[in-house]
Nanobody, 125 residues
């Protein structure tokens, strides 16, 4: 059974940094996608950054140059380094995973089957 467990959220002032972690248990696929999504109150869940089993990454435009998605060497933990945080980054952040498939990893949240419980990130101005 796949289990994803996020940690690292918190409150920070604008311009600050946070690092989110996602520990993956029971995930043994050799070709996969993993990613970070976020959902702010009253808004739809949106993709933030994704990484595939080959290490290719994609980011939503609003976080390019500020956020970095990585994995540890064992590929058991996913990270999201968030720098230069802005109030509009405030949201619940979720880790997600699924098979890579034919169409890559940058796809909607409905196309990811495995989710963590989420971790709150709050950025104050």
């Amino acid at each position: 059974q796949v289990q994803l467990v996020e940690s690292g959220g918190g409150s920070v002032q604008a311009g600050g940094s946070l690092t989110l972690s996602c520990a993956a248990f029971g995930y043994t696929y050799s070709s996969y996608c993993m990613g970070w999504f976020r959902q702010a109150p009253g808004k739809e869940r949106e993709g933030v950054a994704v990484i595939d089993s080959d290490g290719s990454t994609s980011y939503t435009d609003s976080v390019k140059g500020r956020f970095t998605i990585t994995q540890n060497n064992a590929k058991t933990t996913l990270y999201l380094q968030m720098n230069s945080l802005k109030p509009e980054d405030t949201a619940m952040y979720y880790c997600a995973a699924d098979l890579r498939g034919m169409f890559g990893c940058w796809r909607g949240p409905d196309e990811y089957n495995y989710w963590g419980q989420g971790t709150q990130v709050t950025v104050s101005s």
